[in-house]
């Protein structure tokens, strides 16, 4: 039976800052017990299984890294409507993805959740390595707690 | 044809991944026609040296999202040939089945979501739902069935949880098994649906052909239509295979001008990889609703038009959910047993091969005695198919040059895309701007 809310957590842990949002998921993990209607996912660079795991989902919030022009470190919540991708894609391969043009399919098909939140993560390194950088290491409790707060309002409307 | 012509085609995204088509026409003379891929995703073996056999499975399972089952079972496989450890029968049925799902997963989203946009004539999948709503959603059903399999074998969908060194950390229960089973039974109206859609725009697939090498695995004992077990064969090889531990006298990496990934060759210049490189070499031992398949396209052995991969692949899904039930039947009959799992480290070397759903993979590591990885290698796939992509181009575009230009850069892209090559998966980051 799948939950009312769902925390995706994307990325590559080995790619440094590109795992951030994998590794923040699987730390909220740690405190399920707090939130019974959420399940906690680490998806990692599994792109286009998005779509099976939003369906049936009454609420999503992703946590990703993002390039969004800020200072590295910063974190930024957003909804699909206030963004637009940059990204370039080839289409080429299945192995690109770009999760708006994945929530655009979802909704598309009509198996879209009605509320999609995404934390964008702006890097400060992506490189291969199996460590965050200090930036984002030296933020990433603030992380954590800053999508708790967002997962205790959520789930206190009686999802 | 064409006087001047330029088309560049290019991937600029991140970091560590793109493939760029380039063709130039001076005066009406071909200057150049290369398949770039300035790339070489080698940093992982970097990242395993120095670490414990038992962190080797969770580190590649990252190299790739689509493959992570595939990378998971090669390297395992390689850690298993290392530390000299055996599997049980059980063991292997059950990491046979974790890897058909992720076949049936790739397979379907590379027919569906890849592949199916051009034979519409359509950029991508998006604006194909309103003009085939009902086979997009076909592909979304059959994707989401391969996605839960994969779920129930591996732990999870992608970068597998359960595999470990001599076994698995976790197996499914006989009712859950059961449950498959019945869902790929029921599954099958579904795989015939997207057969039928593919094959009434088939007469869009380019008619093309290339004699080409085609290397795959081969399974003689018992004779299997085989993507985990067997040795190394080509149409080249007079039926023969080498053993896995012979893969670099097949690979024969070389560096080439055009590219930072190295390129392969075995017997030729070039040699294919991948779904239709298996059908070459096994076609016969396809199952019965995947010859059935085949047939219905027309698709037979020694097909050298590699735009026929999609086919092959779409052929491929048919056998793969037809000898998945009868192999649940095989485990239900034996009745499934909690195993123990023991492995301790010992100085060794050891290769793992299997086939990802874009082709041969290979894996390789030397671990000291206190089980320490000191050397890795790995070839991906889509390394292995660069110089048969340029080869191909090759041959396609004098045939073509009187075309337009756009038929000629979508017929490259095509071409690209039914490789389906892996040239940009370890990073997905979100690159966004703020409109509101």
Redesign the interface.
């Known amino acids: 039976m799948k939950k009312a809310v769902i925390v995706i957590g994307l990325g590559n842990t080995i790619m440094s800052d590109e795992g951030i949002g994998v590794r923040v998921a699987q730390q909220l993990s740690s405190f399920s017990a707090e939130f019974p209607q959420v399940s906690f996912v680490d998806a990692g660079t599994g792109g286009m299984s998005i779509l099976h795991l939003i369906s049936g989902i009454d609420k999503a919030i992703f946590v990703d890294c993002a390039k969004m022009g800020q200072q590295p470190g910063t974190i930024r919540k957003f909804t699909p409507q206030e963004i637009k991708t940059t990204k370039v894609l080839a289409h080429q391969s299945l192995h690109e993805a770009d999760l708006i043009k994945i929530i655009d399919l979802a909704k598309q098909l009509d198996q879209c959740p009605a509320e999609i939140t995404i934390f964008g993560i702006e890097p400060q390194t992506v490189e291969p390595g199996c460590e965050l950088s200090e930036t984002l290491a030296g933020r990433f409790d603030e992380y954590v707690t800053m999508i708790r707060q967002e997962l205790a309002k959520t789930t206190s409307g009686g999802l | 044809m064409h006087k001047n012509m330029n088309i560049n ?7 560590e ?3 760029n088509i380039v063709v130039n026409v001076n005066n009406g003379k071909i200057e150049k026609l290369q398949w770039q891929v300035p790339e070489a995703p080698r ?2 073996e ?2 395993v040296r120095g670490r414990s056999y038992q962190d080797i499975q969770t ?1 590649v399972s ?5 493959c ?1 089952i595939t990378h998971s079972l090669a390297s395992t496989k390689a850690v298993e040939s290392a530390l000299g450890l055996k599997v049980s029968e059980q063991t292997d049925k059950l990491r046979i089945l974790m890897h058909y799902s992720e076949q049936l997963q ?1 397979h379907t ?2 027919v569906g ?2 592949a199916a946009p051009d034979f519409f004539g359509e ?4 604006p194909l ?2 003009k085939a709503t009902d086979a ?2 076909t592909i ?1 059903r059959a ?2 069935i391969a ?2 399999w994969s779920d129930l074998l591996a732990g ?4 597998p949880v359960t595999l470990i060194p001599g076994g698995l950390t976790r197996i499914p229960t006989e009712q859950q098994l059961r449950q498959l089973q019945k869902t790929l039974k029921d599954a099958v109206p579904d795989l015939k649906a997207i057969a039928g859609v593919v094959l009434s725009v088939a007469g869009n697939i380019p008619k093309f052909e290339r004699d080409t090498e085609y290397v795959s695995l081969k399974q003689t004992k018992p004779p299997t239509y085989t993507f985990y077990h067997g040795g190394i064969t080509s149409n080249d090889n007079k039926g023969a295979a080498l053993p896995i531990e012979k893969w670099h006298d097949v690979t024969n990496e070389y560096v080439v001008e055009q590219s930072t990934a190295k390129w392969t060759k075995w017997h030729r210049d070039s040699y294919a990889v991948g779904a239709l490189a298996r059908f070459n070499n096994n076609a016969e031992l396809l199952s019965p609703m995947g010859k059935d398949a085949a047939n219905m396209f027309g698709l037979k052995k020694g097909c050298c038009n590699p735009y026929m991969n999609t086919v092959a692949q779409l052929v491929e899904c048919f056998h793969i959910v037809e000898t998945s039930i009868a192999l649940i039947d095989e485990l239900l009959t034996k009745g499934l047993k909690q195993e123990k799992v023991i492995s301790s480290p010992k100085a060794g070397k050891g290769s793992g091969c299997v086939e990802a759903p874009r082709g041969i993979l290979f894996h390789e590591y030397e671990f000291d005695k206190n089980g320490l990885c000191t050397a890795a290698d790995i070839c991906i796939p889509t390394n292995q198919n660069h110089a048969s992509m340029q080869k191909d181009f090759e041959k396609l575009v004098p045939e073509i040059i009187n075309e337009s230009e756009d038929s000629i850069r979508l017929k490259l ?1 095509m071409l ?2 039914s490789y ?17």
């Open positions: 085609v290019h991937h600029v995204t991140r970091v991944g793109h493939g940093f992982f970097a990242m580190i990252r190299i790739c999202g689509i992570s790739s989203l590379h979501y890849l950029p991508s999948v998006v739902v309103p997009v959603k979304v994707h989401r996605n839960d999870r969908t992608t970068h892209e690209v895309r389906d090559p892996c040239i940009s998966c370890s990073t997905h980051m979100l690159n966004v701007e703020f409109v509101k």
